[in-house]
């Protein structure tokens, strides 16, 4: 199940052999029935939102900017790692080559860490649209918008390239499965046969600042949005305050919940197959729910769609 090549003393491994989410026949087939229409499912409705968001004026506002953002992002998310799990599935463990399994690393880093802080500057746009209501014009200006977005797709890209470049660098002259359905920081780790101190250390020091610093901040803004809404006279404006927020905060959660027990932990992950149910959260379960609680429950939203197809 491996080609390797001698340098030296030192046999590298060429390819990974990617298990994939089970290696029972029976329980791929059903699998396969399952997960395929829900990548579809997921393309064409983050595909909605961003046209929706593009060809309707009334939807040009920062909140939607932002939600056309992260609709982009989670279809190219889902677009790394869903045909990698399809393709175990449908054929089994299948080997894969190791510039093609970094290269497949490098793009799930960075989108991993551009959602995570595209999460947090919709919590701060939702915190100053609520909390500073008459100061938004000026908070979220176009300028600010696209700042943030810039800076969320830049620096995911900056510490994937960091992370990318010191697991690539690793030595892998043992083992070449990789019990995993995607090209995973972790399931490297663990087939290095060189020390990873500083590798595990790069990676989980750009956990605490990735993901618990996106983290904090969109605490920090739900916090100040439930005080603010406390406040609110109106019963039945509460209630749909604290309706919405719940679902954006249970889509949060989840999300980080499942990335900072995998990444931002000291040490290897020995558990892969907890590692896998854990991954399938944030690779299938979020992207997919992410238009239904963010955008096609909202009301604008709603009309906007109405009137493409009366317009169609």
Not at 86 to 105: D, E, I, N
Not at 130 to 141: E, G
Not at 194 to 217: M, R, Y
Not at 274 to 301: F, G
Request: hydrophobic share 50%; glycine share 4%.
């Amino acid at each position: 199940m491996e080609r390797s090549l001698e340098s030296g003393n030192v046999t590298r491994v060429q390819e990974f052999v990617l298990l994939g989410l089970s290696t029972s026949p029976e329980t791929r087939e059903v699998l396969f029935a399952v997960f395929l229409p829900l990548y579809l499912l997921t393309l064409l409705e983050n595909a909605l939102i961003v046209f929706l968001v593009c060809s309707h004026t009334e939807l040009h506002k920062p909140m939607y900017f932002f939600l056309g953002n992260l609709s982009c992002l989670e279809m190219c998310y889902v677009s790394v790692t869903m045909p990698s799990l399809l393709a175990g599935l449908w054929m089994g463990p299948y080997h894969v080559p190791f510039p093609a399994c970094m290269t497949q690393l490098f793009f799930f880093i960075a989108l991993i860490c551009t959602e995570c802080t595209l999460l947090a500057s919709m919590a701060y746009d939702r915190y100053v649209a609520i909390c500073r209501p008459l100061h938004y014009p000026l908070l979220m200006r176009p300028q600010v918008c696209l700042g943030l977005a810039r800076t969320s797709w830049l620096g995911g890209l900056l510490v994937s390239v960091a992370k990318t470049a010191c697991i690539a660098s690793l030595s892998y002259c043992g083992p070449n499965v990789l019990n995993h359905f995607f090209c995973d920081v972790s399931p490297l780790l663990n087939l290095s046969c060189t020390h990873v101190a500083l590798t595990e250390l790069v990676d989980f020091l750009s956990a605490i600042i990735i993901l618990w610093g996106s983290l904090l901040v969109a605490i920090a803004s739900y916090v100040a949005i439930g005080r603010a809404v406390l406040h609110m006279p109106s019963a039945a404006a509460r209630c749909k305050a604290f309706s919405t927020c719940a679902s954006h905060l249970l889509v949060v959660g989840i999300f980080y919940s499942a990335a900072l027990f995998i990444y931002a932990r000291p040490s290897r992950i020995e558990a892969m197959d907890l590692n896998k149910m854990l991954s399938v959260v944030y690779t299938v379960a979020t992207p997919m729910c992410n238009p239904v609680i963010y955008c096609l429950r909202n009301r604008e939203v709603q009309a906007a769609f109405r009137r493409a197809l009366r317009g169609s």
